[in-house]
């Protein structure tokens, strides 16, 4: 069963940094790109970033470009999004989010996990 | 990138059908047959539930289907039941390794 665990929420003051990781189990990790998608309280989605199977490749949405930065260890099964100069704008819940199976199209995410909420104010 | 517009909410009774629109640009939906659906039910994560404009993950029922006519995409909801009440959002493939989703649809059944 795939499994997408987040950890390392919780409440900054504007301008911090936070790192939230995303612990893989039940499928070949190394095998996948995978996103961070976000979604602000009682808001829609937006995608946040996403990294190659490998993490040779590494784009990012144009509001957290230059402040965020994704990474992945493979041998850990585990995904990274370091988040730093965080802003109000930046609460939300955080998702990190698997490719599809069946497709080599890494924007589209069969398995997401339950999120961290991520809360900057001061 | 901006992001792709859907009705906030729309309704049906049991066994109707709804469909739901999102909009967006000749550089994302019109660009690409890369559209794809999610369903949110509250306080939990997304589900895929259409991809490559009209195709479904295995496990969705085939009352739901996708389609797209130029920048328009379109979620159609057959035979609506009581579990289908979620959030849905489309989401397209926008170029230059991009990815953008709607604001997101709010479907009640009546």
């Known amino acids: 069963e795939v499994q997408l665990l987040e950890s390392g929420g919780g409440l900054v003051q504007p301008g911090g940094s936070l790192r939230l990781s995303c612990a893989a189990s039940?499928?070949?990790?190394?095998?996948?790109?995978m996103s961070w998608v976000r979604q602000a309280p009682g808001k829609g989605l937006e995608w946040v970033t996403v990294i190659s199977a490998d993490g040779g490749s590494t784009y990012y949405a144009d509001s957290v470009k230059g402040r965020f930065t994704i990474s992945r260890d493979n041998s850990k099964n585990t995904l990274y999004l370091q988040m730093n100069s965080l802003r109000v704008e930046d609460t939300a819940v955080y998702y990190c989010a698997k490719r599809m199976t069946y497709s080599s199209s890494w924007y589209y995410l069969d398995y997401w996990g339950q999120g961290a909420l991520v809360t900057v104010s001061s | 990138q901006s992001a792709l517009t859907q009705p906030p909410s729309a309704s049906g009774s049991p066994g109707q059908s709804v469909t739901i629109s999102c909009t967006g640009t000749s550089s994302d939906i019109g660009g690409y047959n890369c559209v794809s659906w999610y369903q949110q039910h509250p306080g939990k994560a997304p589900k895929l539930m259409t991809y490559?404009?009209?195709k479904r993950p295995s496990g969705v029922p085939d009352r739901f289907s996708g389609s797209k006519s130029g920048n328009t995409a379109s979620l159609t909801v057959s035979g609506l039941q009581a579990e289908d009440e979620a959030d849905y959002y489309c989401s397209s493939y926008a170029g230059s390794n991009n990815l953008v989703f709607g604001g997101g649809t709010k479907l009640t059944v009546l």
């Open positions: 490559e404009v009209s």
């Open positions: 039940g499928f070949t990790f190394s095998n996948y790109a």
